[in-house]
T-cell receptor, first 115, second 113 residues
Framework: AQSVTQLDSQVPVFEEAPVELRCNYS??????LFWYVQYPNQGLQLLLK??????LVKGINGFEAEFNKSQTSFHLRKPSVHISDTAEYFC?????????????FGQGTTLQVKP | DSGVTQTPKHLITATGQRVTLRCSPR?????VYWYQQSLDQGLQFLIQ???????AKGNILERFSAQQFPDLHSELNLSSLELGDSALYFC????????????FGPGTRLTVL
């Protein structure tokens, strides 16, 4: 079955500390991976995506993620968080072809950055 | 601002009714996607249209239907509404493929009473 698991529903962290948000997915022949952020009362915004090539992907706002095929993981990291990073983060996997695939989302992780 | 617009922003209706949600994609984008976000189901893909044709289907109920018009705007029709249909409905658009960056609209919050 196609599934995406975000291992932590909430991650509290102090400002300027590093953070890692974990994501695992059920394996698939083709792997297209995404991280989205949702600020309160807003739509989703793409942080980064992995389609092919280097397993370390850099995104906006200082975030990066590493694709690990053997562990079927795509964890999101940031070396130093800001108060403004407080939001809901969604990991997503495109199952199927790049042409007709369906985006399956994890349940989300709430990142709470404390001063 | 993603460039994707959705109307209305809020919708309150009664069980058994029918509603239409509207989405205008970013200029130049040919694909439109619909998603449902609810507390119990999370964020679920409903359907994708590309240049007026249905391209992919997800967990969309038979009571729900969508279409994309020649000017590329899209409408999601929800009928015989149930309490459980209360959710935030997002539209997203991309240039073409699902692997392209999808830009999300602000959503329509549907409340079924």
């Amino acid at each position: 079955a196609q599934s995406v698991t975000q291992l932590d529903s909430q991650v509290p962290v102090f400002e300027e500390a590093p953070v890692e948000l974990r994501c695992n997915y059920s394996s698939s022949v083709s792997v297209y991976l995404f991280w989205y952020v949702q600020y309160p009362n807003q739509g989703l915004q793409l942080l980064l995506k992995y389609l092919s090539g280097s397993t370390l992907v850099k995104g906006i706002n200082g975030f990066e993620a590493e694709f690990n095929k053997s562990q079927t993981s795509f964890h999101l990291r940031k070396p130093s968080v800001h108060i403004s990073d407080t939001a809901e983060y969604f990991c997503a996997v495109l199952y199927g072809s790049s042409n007709t695939g369906k985006l399956i989302f994890g349940q989300g992780t709430t990142l709470q950055v404390k001063p | 601002d993603s460039g994707v617009t959705q109307t209305p922003k809020h919708l309150i209706t009664a069980t058994g009714q029918r509603v239409t949600l509207r989405c205008s994609p970013r200029s130049g984008d040919l694909s439109v996607y619909w998603y449902q976000q609810s507390l119990d189901q999370g964020l679920q893909f409903l359907i994708q249209y590309y240049n007026g044709e249905e391209r992919a289907k997800g967990n969309i109920l038979e009571r729900f239907s969508a279409q994309q018009f020649p000017d590329l705007h899209s409408e999601l029709n929800l009928s015989s509404l149930e309490l459980g249909d209360s959710a935030l409905y997002f539209c997203a658009s991309s240039v073409g493929l699902p692997t392209d960056t999808q830009y999300f609209g602000p959503g329509t919050r549907l409340t079924v009473l």
